[in-house]
T-cell receptor, first 117, second 114 residues
Framework: GAVVSQHPSRVICKSGTSVKIECRSL??????MFWYRQFPKQSLMLMAT?????????EQGVEKDKFLINHASLTLSTLTVTSAHPEDSSFYIC?????????????FGDGTRLSIL | AQKVTQAQTEISVVEKEDVTLDCVYE???????LFWYKQPPSGELVFLIR??????QNEISGRYSWNFQKSTSSFNFTITASQVVDSAVYFC???????????FGAGTILRVKS
């Protein structure tokens, strides 16, 4: 079945560091990728929708200058948390879909646990 | 606007008990898709089932079964003869377009004790 690889799985870094998270669709072309954030013991909240070759669409309340999303190819989207602070510590999870194929559900990566000290 | 409500924050059962996780949704769309995902402690999301709004047939897969009722806007999930490995957070989710962004419920923590 379709596989989405998310890397890294865990990041621990100092406040002020920028962190890049990669989301790759390994065996299909992902026209659309989604980035979700999950705070401890909470639900998944959509941060942004990323379509290949165009600017990401951010949900209300998500700072686009803070969370930079690049979807340069049909198999790769990246989320960069710029100048990360402790409040950015969270579980980030991506999903990818080939929107034109209604038989393909969203495929989720395994998530990235980000801890900012 | 779309909304998914999982009123049960946490459920604890003893192994071999049956347990039902509730999901109530709100949408104005006539076409929509409902999902259930399992999130074990390791964090990844495991896809369990999808159901479109035109298919109200209940489904059974091993110990899992789902009851979709449009009249009450509910899509409940039952685990029969629960096992410790079923312990996880379970999310119900909704989208109006297949392959589009998902709206998740708050999740239900299921603890199965031996």
């Amino acid at each position: 079945g379709a596989v989405v690889s998310q890397h890294p799985s865990r990041v621990i870094c100092k406040s002020g560091t920028s962190v890049k998270i990669e989301c790759r669709s390994l065996d299909f072309q992902a026209t659309t990728m989604f980035w979700y954030r999950q705070f401890p013991k909470q639900s998944l909240m959509l941060m942004a929708t990323s379509n290949e070759g165009s600017k990401a669409t951010y949900e209300q309340g998500v700072e686009k200058d803070k969370f930079l999303i690049n979807h340069a190819s049909l198999t790769l989207s990246t989320l960069t948390v710029t100048s990360a602070h402790p409040e950015d510590s969270s579980f980030y999870i991506c999903s990818a879909t080939m929107a034109r194929d209604i038989n393909q559900p969203q495929h989720f990566g395994d998530g990235t646990r980000l801890s900012i000290l | 606007a779309q909304k998914v409500t999982q009123a049960q924050t946490e459920i604890s059962v003893v192994e071999k008990e049956d347990v039902t996780l509730d999901c109530v949704y709100e949408t104005r769309d006539t076409t929509y898709y409902l999902f259930w995902y399992k999130q074990p402690p390791s964090g990844e999301l495991v896809f369990l089932i999808r159901r479109n709004s035109f298919d109200e047939q209940n489904e059974i897969s091993g110990r899992y079964s789902w009851n979709f009722q449009k009249s009450t806007s509910s899509f409940n999930f039952t685990i029969t003869a629960s096992q410790v490995v079923d312990s996880a957070v379970y999310f119900c989710a909704l989208t109006m377009e297949y392959g589009n962004k998902l709206v998740f419920g708050a999740g239900t923590i299921l603890r199965v004790k031996s």
